[in-house]
């Protein structure tokens, strides 16, 4: 059988039997994006699977403005991200398969959200494995260039065009504001992007300090502050982990720390590399960590997976000096769902601990 790039395939398996439709590449190495079954009228199964994606959204009734409303294969529309900023969209088609049926996808949307705008931010180096352009462009209504969210009780300026992923990472939303509720004190936010962290723990905390290493994301940062009338809030641009080793030899101490960096292990190639980096960002903050205190750390890589990650942190502990319990797991926010038996959507781990 012969398919054009994007074409929907049915799946059948080696003795014939349908397995379900799919998206079909003609460049990737992942062949086929399974969608299951359902109608092969496109239409009819695209709108279907979008209205089930609002549908638990509303149910979720997230605390802001801003979240996921289409999260890939986890709503059955693999490669498609559509999320939601205030009024506004923003849509990401991410294989050939969604990115050809972009015009009807917009099209859905605007009927079903009713938004101002609808923005395409296709500028993500993964269409390259597809052979798909890169642009950015506006395809419904007007976007403003900034788009004014709330997260709880913040709010956030975002730049929907140039800011990481779609503007915001959506996916630590609730991890924001779980940070909020276990701050005290004086607190360290590390990799701290434009402060959705840090924002939420101002709040509670006498003090904050913020570290990222783009001067962009730090000036986003203390825009926000000031917006919010946090006066509380002191970001540095800096390299995050040589700022960590200055506070150590400093001496400095804190009782909340958030550490939420990059992801380090972009394959497996880099597993080693990266674990090695995690073990040293844990160690330094939990020298640097009070006792009694909460460390929030994070890691976005997907190759480092549950086991490694808390292996990672017991020797980092061991190294501190350190003991400490482990107070809650967390996952990405729930309009990120995952999806079992895909375990690449479960790719956030978030490990609250005290130490002793």
Same mark, same amino acid.
């Given at each position: 059988?012969?398919?054009?790039?994007?074409?929907?395939?049915?799946?059948?398996?080696?003795?014939?039997?349908?397995?379900?439709?799919?998206?079909?590449?003609?460049?990737?190495?992942?062949?086929?994006?399974? $969608?299951?079954?359902?109608?092969?009228?496109?239409?009819?199964?695209?709108? *279907?699977?979008?209205?089930?994606?609002?549908?638990?959204?509303?149910?979720?009734?997230?605390?802001?403005?801003?979240?996921?409303?289409?999260?890939?294969?986890?709503?059955?529309?693999?490669?498609?991200?559509?999320?939601?900023?205030?009024?506004?969209?923003?849509?990401?088609?991410?294989?050939?398969?969604?990115?050809?049926?972009?015009?009807?996808?917009?099209?859905?949307?605007?009927?079903?959200?009713?938004?101002?705008?609808?923005?395409?931010?296709?500028?993500?180096?993964?269409?390259?494995?597809?052979?798909?352009?890169?642009?950015?462009?506006?395809?419904?209504?007007?976007?403003?260039?900034?788009?004014?969210?709330?997260?709880?009780?913040?709010?956030?300026?975002?730049?929907?065009?140039?800011?990481?992923?779609?503007?915001?990472?959506?996916?630590?939303?609730?991890?924001?504001?779980?940070?909020?509720?276990?701050?005290?004190?004086?607190?360290?936010?590390?990799?701290?992007?434009?402060?959705?962290?840090?924002?939420?723990?101002?709040?509670?905390?006498?003090?904050?300090?913020?570290?990222?290493?783009?001067?962009?994301?730090?000036?986003?940062?203390?825009?926000?502050?000031?917006?919010?009338?946090?006066?509380?809030?002191?970001?540095?641009?800096?390299?995050?982990?040589?700022?960590?080793?200055?506070?150590?030899?400093?001496?400095?101490?804190?009782?909340?720390?958030?550490?939420?960096?990059?992801?380090?292990?972009?394959?497996?190639?880099?597993?080693?590399?990266?674990?090695?980096?995690?073990?040293?960002?844990?160690?330094?903050?939990?020298?640097? $960590?009070?006792? *009694?205190?909460?460390?929030?750390?994070?890691?976005?890589?997907?190759?480092?997976?549950?086991?490694?990650?808390?292996?990672? $942190? $017991?020797?980092?502990?061991?190294?501190?000096?350190?003991?400490?319990?482990?107070?809650?797991?967390?996952?990405?926010?729930?309009?990120?769902?995952?999806?079992?038996?895909?375990?690449?959507?479960?790719?956030?781990?978030?490990?609250?601990?005290?130490?002793?």
């Amino acid at each position: 059988m012969e398919a054009d790039p994007g074409d929907l395939v049915e799946v059948k398996s080696e003795r014939g039997r349908p397995l379900g439709l799919a998206f079909f590449s003609s460049t990737s190495q992942i062949t086929l994006r399974m $969608l299951g079954e359902g109608p092969r009228d496109e239409r009819a199964l695209l709108s *279907g699977r979008l209205q089930a994606a609002l549908a638990y959204r509303e149910h979720l009734a997230p605390d802001g403005t801003a979240y996921r409303l289409v999260s890939a294969e986890a709503d059955g529309l693999p490669a498609l991200i559509v999320d939601r900023y205030a009024d506004w969209l923003v849509v990401q088609t991410l294989c050939q398969g969604s990115d050809r049926r972009l015009d009807v996808i917009v099209e859905l949307l605007a009927e079903a959200v009713q938004p101002k705008g609808i923005l395409v931010r296709n500028d993500a180096k993964v269409r390259r494995l597809e052979d798909l352009a890169e642009l950015v462009e506006v395809r419904m209504g007007d976007v403003p260039d900034v788009i004014e969210i709330r997260e709880g009780t913040i709010t956030h300026q975002v730049d929907v065009r140039h800011g990481q992923k779609t503007g915001l990472f959506l996916d630590q939303r609730e991890n924001h504001l779980v940070a909020g509720q276990y701050a005290r004190g004086r607190a360290l936010d590390a990799f701290s992007y434009t402060g959705g962290f840090a924002l939420q723990m101002a709040r509670q905390c006498e003090s904050v300090l913020a570290l990222d290493g783009s001067e962009l994301a730090v000036a986003a940062l203390v825009n926000n502050a000031r917006r919010n009338g946090l006066t509380n809030v002191e970001a540095r641009t800096v390299n995050v982990f040589d700022e960590l080793r200055e506070l150590e030899i400093s001496r400095e101490r804190f009782d909340t720390i958030v550490l939420d960096p990059p992801a380090f292990a972009k394959n497996k190639a880099t597993l080693a590399k990266a674990l090695g980096g995690y073990k040293e960002i844990n160690l330094r903050a939990l020298k640097l $960590l009070r006792p *009694g205190g909460i460390l929030m750390t994070c890691s976005c890589s997907y190759h480092v997976d549950e086991v490694l990650f808390e292996d990672m $942190l $017991l020797h980092a502990a061991n190294d501190a000096g350190a003991s400490v319990v482990l107070v809650e797991k967390r996952l990405q926010a729930r309009d990120h769902p995952v999806l079992l038996g895909v375990p690449e959507t479960a790719y956030l781990k978030c490990s609250v601990l005290r130490r002793l």
